[in-house]
T-cell receptor, first 112, second 112 residues
């Protein structure tokens, strides 16, 4: 079956702009989580959605937001981009609570 | 929220050497534990997982991990590493409601 698909793969934005990233989970998976990966920081948890509801949220400013649609696809939005937002943004889906997460290839965001 | 600590940031070994990567977590309740691997240029993949039962779990590619509840640890081991094991390794803890947190990662370099 198809894996987790993230689009776009690469993105270059200017400070102050906003960006929307998309994630299509594996078919049948209702939980979608988002992470920010930077060198030395590992994966920082952004938020997790289940059946269109945000259940968990990490320690990121309100500029980072997300949503999930009825078909489980998810988007995350970053407004007023800062240079420090440059990172690889990973989306992961899982079938059920506590089960392993399956990751997409990520979206590489560069803010200039 | 739970947190995950990985003790080693960068480990360098020669082929055939034994590997042990430390992982400790802080959460008092029931958790599911995972080790993920990220090979250069590839997405995160599951190495092994622990949900319950035998605390010594075996994963792919000869990796194993031991869950020691009293020490809140889930260390990854491999008796003899290969050059192809060069990658970044992440420990993850998943508590209730799919709130999965990752450690900062350990970069493993295996010299041929």
């Amino acid at each position: 079956k198809a894996g987790v698909t993230q689009t776009p793969r690469y993105l270059i934005k200017t400070r102050g702009q906003q960006v929307t990233l998309s994630c299509s989970p594996i078919s049948g998976h209702r939980s979608v989580s988002w992470y920010q990966q930077t060198p030395g920081q590992g994966l920082q948890f952004l938020f997790e959605y289940f059946s269109e509801t945000q259940r968990n949220k990490g320690n990121f400013p309100g500029r980072f937001s997300g949503r999930q649609f009825s078909n489980s696809r998810s988007e995350m939005n970053v407004s007023t981009l800062e240079l420090g937002d440059s990172a690889l943004y990973l989306c992961a889906s899982s079938f059920q609570d506590g089960y392993e997460a399956f990751f997409g290839q990520g979206t590489r965001l560069t803010v200039v | 929220a739970q947190s995950v600590s990985q003790h080693n940031h960068h480990v360098i070994l020669s082929e055939a050497a034994s590997l042990e990567l430390g992982c400790n977590y802080s959460y008092g309740g029931t958790v599911n534990l995972f080790w993920y691997v990220q090979y250069p240029g590839q997405h995160l993949q599951l190495l092994l997982k622990y949900f319950s039962g035998d605390p010594l779990v075996k994963g792919i590619k000869g990796f194993e991990a031991e869950f020691i509840k009293s020490k809140f640890s889930f260390n990854l081991r491999k008796p003899s590493v290969q050059w192809s094991d060069t990658a970044e390794y992440f420990c993850a803890v998943n508590a209730r409601n799919n709130d999965m947190r990752f450690g900062a990662g350990t970069r493993l370099t295996v010299k041929p």
